[in-house]
């Protein structure tokens, strides 16, 4: 399985700021995706992470909230764009590397003031 | 839209038992996966099924794929202390997620 780093591990941020999120792959991998868990909740796909082209956004979730990019096959960044509170999650990131299984990242705790 | 019934939602448990838990959906998937997720934590893949009826080990765990392609259960024999934390079973085709089993063992 590949391992998966992400950072930061944590922060706090004020309102009205954002946060920028890396994922880091040990290795080339197809697919990469962004996860959002809310406290006590289960993980809601924010969107697919695709290499050289656009990301696919899930419904409920918009380009200019969650900017993404996607330079290479081991590595992809989340934008957290104009915090609010109701952002506070934890930010996860995973991998496919083509065998419908996924592999997660240790998760970005975002706090939001 | 496609979702994942997962139960119990939580439980508590004498260490040393044996533990249960489910997933059923109405829909039919190729895949079924269990994770755990320990606290401050991603979610770590314990199993993964690929074929209808497939019964899969990994130590103490034991997962089947649900011959209609619509569940799929996670038993844990002889449960020990660091069994605690969220067990989450997903499946594709594409991906979601159960809302998660929190286990608890007292002491």
């Known amino acids: 399985s590949a391992v998966i780093s992400q950072k930061p591990s944590r922060d706090i941020c004020q309102r009205g700021t954002s946060l920028t999120i890396q994922c880091q792959v040990d290795?080339?991998?197809?697919?990469m995706f962004w996860y959002r868990q809310q406290p006590g909740q289960s993980l809601t796909l924010i969107a697919t992470?695709?290499?050289?082209?656009?990301?696919?956004?899930e419904s409920g979730f918009v380009i200019d909230k969650f900017p993404i990019s996607r330079p290479n096959l081991t590595f992809s960044t989340l934008t957290v764009s104009n915090l609010s509170p109701e952002d506070s999650s934890i930010y996860l990131c995973?991998?496919?590397?083509?065998?419908?299984?996924?592999?997660f990242g240790p998760g970005t705790r975002l706090l939001v003031l | 839209g496609q979702q994942l019934n997962q139960s119990p939602q939580s439980m508590f448990i004498q260490e040393g038992e044996d533990v249960s838990m489910n997933c059923t959906s109405s829909?039919?998937?190729?895949?079924w996966l269990w994770y755990k997720q320990d606290p401050g934590e991603g979610p770590v893949l314990l199993i993964a099924?690929?074929?209808?009826?497939e019964l899969t080990s990994n130590g103490r765990l034991t997962a089947q794929f649900g011959i209609t392609r619509k569940d799929s259960f996670l038993n844990i024999s002889a449960s020990i202390p660091s069994d605690v934390g969220i067990y989450f079973c997903?499946?594709?085709?594409?991906?979601?997620f159960g809302k998660g089993t929190r286990l608890h063992i007292l002491p």
């Open positions: 995973s991998v496919d590397s083509g065998g419908e299984t996924q592999y």
């Open positions: 290795s080339q991998v197809t697919m």
């Open positions: 992470a695709n290499q050289g082209s656009e990301a696919t956004y």
């Open positions: 829909s039919i998937f190729n895949t």
């Open positions: 099924l690929y074929k209808a009826g």
């Open positions: 997903a499946a594709y085709d594409k991906i979601i």
